[in-house]
């Protein structure tokens, strides 16, 4: 058994405007120092696989069909097993 | 974690935790005739709080009319009931959620809507529409701005998601809900007569269904918290927060819809407050059966939980079902169309046992009847308060000499009570449905109903300020501007849902309040031939021991009969003659000039005549109906000149208004006696409205004309107001806005 | 002329679109199921509004992967008529059948409001009864209308007359362009925010919507008149 940790964010070209409005509130705060906020999503995947390669390949292909839209995200995981 | 034992809940007192008295304890055991265990005193607990058994409030709600020849079903349903011709029925509640809404704004406004909504489907009726009615403290502060953006954003995501337009409501703020804002939400629906359903379990041997999402250790005791004030401990107490998901709603609103269109039901209740206990036991009692649960099949989302967490849980989107047995099957396949689960977890028994069973043990074992019929009632001591007293010799004029009209117009504009909603509604789908005639911003919401030329009417008010200052009065005049509102907009008024958003009914000055507020109310209802269908009571709303302002909320629905009597408040055409209906005076107490100038209220409230308002609402009525009006818009907060302005500025166009008065102008532009509507009339119909009006006795008088120019005052033959429309428009619909930004809340 | 309107689980404008048809053409339209795999009999699909799924994930992402869109596409591959709305628009950008994505609007708030819309191109399929450049007055209802797309697939669209509609006034969701509404390359393929099922008759708000199911209708009959 194998478990994903996805992370799926927006492509760096792209405007994040929740994490601007986030930014935004920081520095009302007055966390100043703060200079960039990006906001992305986290999935939690539980698999069987007979490899841990056979397990990246999958998983990629999930992130590649469903979990991301290249038009404008990026995506990363990390994979272990359980 | 270990259960208490049967003595130890005794002995320690525990029962008091979950918010039983002692006395109530005691009736437990009696009818019991031994000691509760936990499951059975937490079923209690929940069943017997004002919000399930309105214990506190049941004698005063007696006093409301609840019958008349439209009503189908009065109080006591999932909603109230009201016939609207052609085998069709209107279906429609009001509903507070304002304690979760004050710990987790997002998701308690959102499952108060998610919540009403289901009390109307589960009646067999198709939702067509969504209002709703909050107060919070004033934008200055930084809560305040988090609670109304998070409580809107919710409201939103819900009605949106799920696809029943939010057709109107209103937003209020003053600090008295500072610590306590209000979210009460009301749906509406449309129903055919033979598809009316009943919250019922019937026919000894029938199968007990549970639809919809599984059952977590979210919400447990809900009920029992929003029977509490708030105090510091309640972020600490609260449940854990119920997470809406409007999806499922939609899926469970199709699937409950599809059964009952093909008659497969016998009862359907909602599990709303308490759960699965206040449904399956409500369904019993009114059936007069007994009912054995299996609570093994209950489908559940966390493993390992107890009878008592199963039972008071207060998990979303599930629906509960009696059918004849036999058809199991059918309401299984349509669960699998919608991909809903389902499971039959009990069924109805003879006799009167409500009886609950978990790994092959009986849990519980109570009589029925004792959970709904012998919940306790309290009629509390009642007391006048000071204030009330102290405020009979204050003359609001005193502190509002030698205002410049000019200044107070722009001023009272800009107040967020009186400013553009636009911040708000626009995030509100008003439009899905493709029913929506007249969308926010007017007196009242139009819903046309397809097939016939009809429409209905709705529109949520409550002023508080003068429920505050004088409760009878106040109560006469939540009812009758609501009833104004639906009348302005060509409907006949038809029924009211109220839902009564008080403090501790513990404190006499609050009951006092309550029991008056309920009087004029009452009055209104009965001259107007409003009954009071349904609704909800919200006590306990106080922080820091301070109570909220008494807030009844009332919500109208009228029955527009033909689409071309539609009215708006717009003023619609260039030379159209102005006529104000009712007399003036000088009541001020309460009013947006006293708050603007004074930044507090004091005196009384403005007297409401309940024969005069019903002349007024039958002439304009007949007036509308005889196509004689162009724009109708009542008088309301900021009197005569907020009134004028609005129907300038949703119509963009301007006014020249000439009047004569022996008080002083501002006072009387901006007085707020009630019983006035401002009409707009083409040149050719004046003399047949005046005749109209003269018939049933209502004082009507030309006060000036639309115009394509500014909004012109002239009183005495002195100019007094000369505003651009554009301008007051900017003013308007910028406040709100202007003061969310000023500093950008956090988002969600 | 043969219409379907496919209804996800959570889709809740699709009997709206169903009205529409009714009331403005009074042609033969049917709700499918998304379970329907075989769509040849019509000749026009609709996407309607809503929030399939739950618009969990991303909105229109889980949509794309169910039974009837491999029909959707198979059909829209054989130059049958397909117009996505709202939700629609998103799932036909999701499935691949138009470029580019929609993205949170960048104030990002729900915004519903009657909006002034530019026809951009008035010799498509789906426009021929609105006059070249004419601004009219059609809805729009989202969360997540923020048009997206590289520069190389906007200067394409640009190029081939595939933007059919701008918004006209304050861009209301942060669109690229302004880009209210795109065909695909054939330009039998529509996805548009703006919900002209709800802009049909006057006491709506506005009566602008119609024309595009006008414009439909006289397509086909242009293109199947024998």
Redesign the interface.
Same mark, same amino acid.
């Given at each position: 058994m194998y478990k994903a940790t996805i992370f799926v964010t927006l492509k760096e070209s792209v405007l994040d405007p929740q994490g601007v409005a986030v930014k935004g509130s920081l520095h009302t705060m007055g966390y100043s120092e703060v200079s960039d906020v990006r906001i992305g999503k986290r999935l939690e995947v539980s698999l069987d696989a007979s490899s841990q390669a056979a397990a990246e390949e999958a998983v990629t292909l999930m992130c590649q069909k469903l979990f991301s839209n290249p038009v404008i995200e990026d995506f990363r995981f990390e994979l272990e097993e359980v | 974690m270990i259960e208490p034992t049967a003595e130890q809940i005794r002995d320690q007192e525990l029962y008091k935790e979950m918010g039983l008295t002692s006395e109530e304890y005691e009736q437990v055991k009696g009818h019991l005739g031994r000691l509760p265990n936990w499951t059975e005193v937490g079923i209690y607990s929940v069943m017997w709080s004002e919000h399930c058994s309105y214990k506190n409030s049941k004698p005063l709600l007696r006093k409301f009319p609840t019958t008349g020849p439209r009503i189908l079903l009065g109080p006591g349903e999932g909603a109230g009931v009201i016939d609207i011709g052609d085998e069709q029925a209107v279906v429609f509640k009001i509903e507070s959620h304002n304690h979760p809404s004050a710990v987790e704004p997002f998701q308690g406004a959102a499952t108060g809507v998610g919540g009403i909504i289901r009390d109307v489907f589960s009646m067999g009726a198709r939702p067509v529409a969504l209002l709703n009615s909050l107060r919070f403290g004033e934008l200055d502060s930084s809560r305040v701005r988090y609670l109304f953006d998070n409580v809107v954003s919710g409201i939103a995501h819900y009605g949106n998601c799920i696809g029943i337009p939010t057709v109107g409501g209103e937003v209020f703020f003053d600090n008295a809900y500072d610590g306590n804002p209000l979210v009460n939400a009301m749906c509406v629906g449309i129903i055919n007569h033979k598809d009316l359903q009943k919250g019922v379990a019937v026919g000894v041997g029938n199968p007990v269904i549970y639809v919809g999402a599984s059952t977590g250790r979210d919400g447990i005791h809900g009920a029992t918290f929003a029977s509490e004030e708030l105090n510091e401990s309640s972020e600490e107490k609260r449940p854990a927060v119920q997470v809406g998901d409007p999806f499922m709603e939609k899926l469970l609103l199709e699937a409950c819809l599809e059964m009952v269109e093909q008659n497969m039901l016998l009862g359907i209740q909602d599990m709303g407050a308490a759960g699965l206990t206040c449904s399956s036991a409500e369904m019993a009692a009114k059936g007069g059966q007994g009912l054995d649960l299996n609570l093994d099949l209950v489908p559940q989302r966390e493993t390992g939980m107890t009878s008592y967490e199963i039972m008071l849980s207060e998990s979303q989107e599930r629906m509960l079902l009696v059918v004849e047995k036999g058809r199991e099957a059918e309401i299984m396949a349509i669960c699998d169309k919608w991909g809903l689960q389902s499971a039959v977890i009990g069924q109805v028994t003879d006799g009167n046992q409500y009886r609950l069973f978990q790994h092959g043990e009986l849990v519980a074992d109570i009589p029925v009847n004792t959970l709904v019929d012998d919940a306790p009632v309290y009629v509390r001591e009642e007391k006048v308060p000071t204030y009330y007293v102290e405020n009979e010799s204050v003359d609001p004029t005193d502190a509002l000499a030698n205002i410049d009209a000019n200044e107070a117009i722009e001023k009272i504009l800009q107040s967020p009570n009186m400013a553009s909603k636009k911040y708000v509604f626009q995030q509100y789908d008003y439009m899905v449905r493709t029913s929506t005639a007249v969308r926010p911003g007017s007196d009242a919401a139009v819903v046309v109903i397809r097939g016939t030329e009809k429409a209905l009417a709705m529109s949520t008010d409550g002023n508080s300020r003068y429920v505050y200052l004088d409760p009878v009065n106040g109560g006469r005049i939540a009812v009758a501007e609501s009833a104004r509102n639906v009348v302005c907009s060509g409907a006949e008024p038809l029924g009211i849902t109220d839902c009564l958003n008080f403090g501790s009914p513990e404190k006499p000055e609050v009951y006092w309040q309550l029991s008056k507020a309920i009087d004029g109310m009452s009055e209104m209802c009965e001259v107007l031939q409003t009954p009071v269908v349904g609704g909800n009571v919200s006590l306990y709303n106080e922080t820091k021991g301070q109570p909220i302002y008494p807030t009844p909320v009332v919500g109208m629905v009228g029955l527009i009969e033909k689409r071309e009597h539609i009215t708006t408040q717009a003023f619609k055409q260039n030379g159209d003659v102005l006529i104000l209906l009712g007399d003036t005076a000088i009541e001020l107490g309460g009013s947006e000039l006293q708050q603007a100038y004074t930044a507090t209220i004091a005196g009384r409230a403005p007297i409401l005549d309940s024969g005069k308002e019903k002349a007024l609402q039958q002439a304009v009525l007949t007036a509308i109906r005889q196509g004689l009006v162009q724009s109708a818009h009542d008088v309301s907060e900021g009197g005569l000149a907020l009134a004028v302005a609005e129907s300038c500025i949703s119509g963009n166009l301007g006014a020249k208004i000439q009047v004569e008065t022996d008080y002083d102008p501002t006072l009387y532009l901006f007085s707020e006696t009630q019983s006035r509507i401002l009409l707009s009339v083409s040149k050719d119909k004046v003399e047949e409205l005046v005749q109209t009006m003269e018939q049933f006795h209502v004082p009507a008088q030309v006060i000036g004309q639309v115009t394509e120019g500014n909004l012109e005052v002239h009183v005495n033959d002195q100019l007094v107001i000369d505003r651009s429309v554009a301008q007051l428009t900017n003013h308007w619909e910028e406040a709100i806005p202007c003061k969310m930004t000023a500093s950008s809340t956090s988002t969600n | 002329m043969r219409f379907a309107v496919v209804v996800f689980?959570?889709s809740?404008?699709d009997?709206?679109l169903v009205?529409?048809i009714e009331d403005v053409l009074g042609e033969e339209v049917n709700p499918v199921w998304h379970h329907e795999s075989d769509l040849s009999s019509y000749d026009a699909i609709l996407l309607p509004?809503?929030?399939s799924?739950?618009?969990?994930?991303?909105c229109g992402?889980?949509a794309r992967?169910s039974p009837v869109m491999e029909a959707v596409k198979k059909e829209a591959e054989a130059g049958k008529l397909v117009v996505g709305i709202c939700n629609g628009f998103q799932i036909l950008?999701?499935a691949g059948l138009l =470029?580019? %994505?929609l993205?949170?609007?960048?104030?990002?708030?729900?915004?519903?409001?009657i909006e002034p819309i530019s026809v951009e191109k008035a010799d498509s399929a789906f426009t021929m009864h609105y006059e070249q450049g004419e601004t009219v007055q059609i =809805?729009i %209802?989202h969360?997540e209308g923020n048009y997206?797309?590289?520069d190389e697939t906007l200067q394409r669209l640009e190029a081939s007359g595939q933007i059919l509609f701008r918004y006209a006034g304050k861009n209301p969701n942060?669109a690229l362009a302004n880009i209210a509404g795109i065909t695909n390359e054939k330009g039998n393929v529509l996805g548009m925010m703006p919900?002209p099922?709800?802009a049909?008759v006057d006491?709506?708000?506005s009566p602008d919507g119609a024309r595009l199911f006008t414009s439909m209708l006289a397509y086909w009959k242009e293109n199947h008149a024998s």
């Open positions: - | - | 689980p959570g809740n404008c009997m709206d009205h529409a509004g809503g929030f799924y739950g618009d969990y994930l991303r992402s889980l992967f950008t999701e =470029p580019g %994505a993205m949170r609007n960048d104030h990002l708030q729900f915004r519903c409001e =809805p %209802a969360a997206f797309c590289d942060g919900h099922e709800r049909i006491w709506m708000g």
